[in-house]
Nanobody, 123 residues
Framework: HVQLVESGGGLVQTGGSLRLSCTASGDTYDNYCMAWFRQAPGKEREGVAYIDNSGMTRYAISVTGRFTISRDNAKNTLYLQMDGLKRADTTMYFC??????????????????WGQGTQVTVS
């Protein structure tokens, strides 16, 4: 099992940047497929960015070219650098982990482990 804690959300103006962090504990972080999701009230959860244990990344079309997912295995930390933020990016962001790399390959939403979420608000 792995425990996930997000941080870095907040209020930012349109066009600004934020960097979200997700610290993992409890298991061998290096082996996990990791991802960032977001979900607005009344809407389906959206997979924003994925990174597998080899470092291969995948992005939703809505954030391609603006968001960058990365991981620091030495620090057990996942990041999401968000640039060029838009009001449409306003919502709760969650990090997630799964020990199946297929979840990253196929951009699945049924990850096994989730953080509590961090709010991003773009004004």
């Amino acid at each position: 099992h792995v425990q996930l804690v997000e941080s870095g959300g907040g209020l930012v103006q349109t066009g600004g940047s934020l960097r979200l962090s997700c610290t993992a504990s409890g298991d061998t972080y290096d082996n996990y497929c990791m991802a960032w999701f977001r979900q607005a009230p009344g809407k389906e959860r959206e997979g924003v960015a994925y990174i597998d244990n080899s470092g291969m990344t995948r992005y939703a079309i809505s954030v391609t070219g603006r968001f960058t997912i990365s991981r620091d295995n030495a620090k057990n930390t996942l990041y999401l650098q968000m640039d060029g933020l838009k009001r449409a990016d306003t919502t709760m962001y969650f990090c997630a982990a799964d020990n199946s790399q297929l979840k990253c390959q196929y951009r699945r939403r049924d990850f096994s482990y989730w953080g509590q979420g961090t709010q991003v608000t773009v004004s």
